[in-house]
Each structure stands twice: as C-alpha cells, then as structure tokens.
C-alpha cells in the first residue's frame, strides 16, 4: 500500500465521493470545477490512482462507457449495477450467495466479490409504463 497524502484537492475529493458513493474522474472533476476551477484532469486522476492503491477510496465497477469507478466504501463488498441507467449500488450478498456457487461449481472456489447486473427500481418501472 503507498502512502496518500492529504491535499486540499484529495480532501475534496474524498468529500465529494462520500456524497456520491461512487464516482468517475470526470464527474468527480465537474462537481469539483466551481471550487478549483484550475483543478485539471490530470490531477484528479493521479490523486485518485494513489488514494486507491493506499485505500483511502476503493475502486468500483466501470461505468457504462469502461471508465473507471471509484468508491467511498473501502470495506469489501458486492455491487449492483442498472444496465439502463448505469447506476450503481452496494450491496452484501456474497455469503448468502457463495455457498450456492461453490455448491454449482463443484471444485471451484469463488474468491472475489459479485456484480450483479439488471434493472434498478427506476428504469424498471419506466420499461414496465414504456411496454404498456
């Protein structure tokens, strides 16, 4: 793990990602601009490569265009993921689920978190009134 080392910009973006729960550079940027307005791109991807490698943030699946999440909560957990909207949400489910999937893959052993992937509540509804 390397160090991270708190400046006003990792600061703020620390704040800004509690608000957010999960956030890309570029929207972490935008809602930081009307403060720093001299805030670059650049700077925000750096500081927030190395608060993720010394677990001050996490990261978190991709968005719906690949780019890179990042998340407030850096205690392991599972995601859902709207592949309408692209929303994202924790969730907890891997010791409800992993004794099913070790169950069905008989030999294998599952070591890592899930993502789920579906509707969430909004875009469902908004399908459902579309469909009829």
């Given at each position: 793990?390397v160090?991270?080392r ?30 720093f ?31 890179m ?7 392991p ?6 592949t ?9 489910i ?8 070790t ?7 599952v ?22």
């Amino acid at each position: 793990m390397v160090s991270s080392r708190s400046t006003k910009y990792t600061q703020a973006i620390v704040a800004v990602l509690m608000e957010l729960k999960h956030a890309t550079n570029a929207e972490l940027l935008e809602r930081l601009h009307g403060q720093f307005p001299e805030l670059s791109a650049t700077t925000v991807h750096r500081a927030t490569a190395r608060m993720a490698d010394s677990g001050t943030i996490a990261e978190a699946p991709a968005d719906t265009q690949g780019s890179m999440r990042y998340d407030a909560n850096v205690k392991p957990h599972d995601h859902f993921t709207c592949t309408s909207c692209g929303g994202i949400r924790d969730i907890d489910i891997v010791d409800d689920v992993l004794p099913m999937l070790t169950n069905a893959l008989g030999d294998c052993r599952v070591t890592g978190r899930l993502l789920i992937h579906g509707s969430c509540e909004k875009c469902h509804v908004k399908l459902s009134k579309s469909q009829v």
